[in-house]
Protein backbone atom coordinates (compact mmCIF):
# COMPACT_ATOMS: atom_id res chain seq x y z
CA UNK A 1 0.00 0.00 0.00
CA UNK A 2 1.55 3.37 -1.05
CA UNK A 3 0.43 7.08 -0.36
CA UNK A 4 -0.18 8.50 -3.66
CA UNK A 5 -0.63 12.38 -4.55
CA UNK A 6 -2.61 12.81 -8.05
CA UNK A 7 -0.81 16.09 -9.55
CA UNK A 8 -2.29 17.54 -13.03
CA UNK A 9 -4.13 20.35 -14.58
CA UNK A 10 -8.06 21.18 -12.69
CA UNK A 11 -9.57 20.81 -16.10
CA UNK A 12 -8.84 17.34 -15.87
CA UNK A 13 -11.99 16.44 -13.22
CA UNK A 14 -13.22 13.43 -14.88
CA UNK A 15 -9.50 11.88 -15.01
CA UNK A 16 -8.44 12.97 -11.54
CA UNK A 17 -11.60 10.92 -10.27
CA UNK A 18 -10.99 8.16 -12.60
CA UNK A 19 -7.76 7.85 -11.39
CA UNK A 20 -8.68 8.02 -7.56
CA UNK A 21 -10.90 5.25 -7.75
CA UNK A 22 -8.65 2.89 -9.89
CA UNK A 23 -5.66 3.40 -7.25
CA UNK A 24 -8.31 3.13 -4.28
CA UNK A 25 -8.95 -0.14 -5.87
CA UNK A 26 -5.83 -0.81 -5.67
CA UNK A 27 -5.31 -0.64 -2.55
CA UNK A 28 -3.23 2.82 -2.23
CA UNK A 29 -3.82 5.75 0.07
CA UNK A 30 -4.75 8.56 -2.66
CA UNK A 31 -4.34 12.18 -1.99
CA UNK A 32 -6.04 14.51 -4.64
CA UNK A 33 -7.27 18.08 -5.12
CA UNK A 34 -9.92 19.85 -3.19
CA UNK A 35 -12.09 21.71 -5.67
CA UNK A 36 -11.57 21.68 -9.47
CA UNK A 37 -11.48 25.36 -9.98
CA UNK A 38 -10.95 25.17 -13.85
CA UNK A 39 -13.46 22.62 -14.53
CA UNK A 40 -16.45 23.87 -12.25
CA UNK A 41 -15.11 27.59 -13.24
CA UNK A 42 -14.25 28.92 -9.48
CA UNK A 43 -12.57 31.71 -9.53
CA UNK A 44 -9.48 32.34 -7.59
CA UNK A 45 -7.62 34.88 -6.43
CA UNK A 46 -3.91 35.28 -6.75
CA UNK A 47 -3.31 34.10 -2.81
CA UNK A 48 -5.77 31.79 -3.04
CA UNK A 49 -3.73 30.31 -5.87
CA UNK A 50 -0.63 30.62 -3.76
CA UNK A 51 -1.86 28.65 -0.61
CA UNK A 52 -3.18 25.62 -3.02
CA UNK A 53 0.36 25.62 -4.47
CA UNK A 54 1.50 25.40 -0.90
CA UNK A 55 -0.81 22.74 -0.27
CA UNK A 56 -0.72 20.54 -2.48
CA UNK A 57 3.18 20.62 -2.14
CA UNK A 58 2.39 19.36 1.96
CA UNK A 59 0.58 16.59 -0.11
CA UNK A 60 3.68 15.89 -2.19
CA UNK A 61 5.87 15.61 0.84
CA UNK A 62 2.94 13.10 2.30
CA UNK A 63 3.00 11.06 -0.29
CA UNK A 64 5.68 8.15 -1.64
CA UNK A 65 5.02 9.11 -4.88
CA UNK A 66 2.92 11.27 -7.57
CA UNK A 67 0.66 10.12 -10.47
CA UNK A 68 0.55 12.73 -12.83
CA UNK A 69 -2.66 13.22 -14.83
CA UNK A 70 -1.76 14.48 -18.55
CA UNK A 71 -4.06 13.51 -21.17
CA UNK A 72 -2.53 13.48 -24.48
CA UNK A 73 0.42 14.29 -22.80
CA UNK A 74 -0.10 17.55 -20.99
CA UNK A 75 1.75 18.71 -18.32
CA UNK A 76 1.30 22.77 -17.29
CA UNK A 77 3.50 24.64 -16.12
CA UNK A 78 2.38 23.99 -12.43
CA UNK A 79 2.18 20.73 -12.54
CA UNK A 80 5.91 20.66 -14.02
CA UNK A 81 6.78 22.86 -11.01
CA UNK A 82 5.08 19.80 -8.71
CA UNK A 83 6.98 17.17 -10.51
CA UNK A 84 10.64 18.65 -10.31
CA UNK A 85 9.38 19.27 -6.53
CA UNK A 86 8.61 15.45 -6.60
CA UNK A 87 11.92 14.16 -7.80
CA UNK A 88 13.80 16.57 -5.82
CA UNK A 89 12.28 15.12 -2.84
CA UNK A 90 13.50 11.37 -3.91
CA UNK A 91 9.42 10.72 -5.00
CA UNK A 92 8.75 8.11 -7.61
CA UNK A 93 6.82 10.07 -10.77
CA UNK A 94 4.22 8.08 -12.74
CA UNK A 95 1.88 8.93 -15.67
CA UNK A 96 -1.45 8.71 -16.54
CA UNK A 97 -0.65 9.15 -20.62
CA UNK A 98 2.20 5.79 -19.84
CA UNK A 99 -0.87 3.77 -17.92
CA UNK A 100 -1.85 0.10 -18.91
CA UNK A 101 -4.96 -0.06 -19.84
CA UNK A 102 -7.15 -1.29 -16.72
CA UNK A 103 -4.49 -0.45 -14.32
Do not use: W
Not at 52 to 72: Q, S, T
Amino acid sequence: MKVITLCGSTRFKRQFREMEAALTLQGHVVISLGFFEQSDNIPVTPEQALLFERIHRRKIDLADEIFVIDPDGYIGESTRSEIAFAMAKGKAVRYYSEREPNR
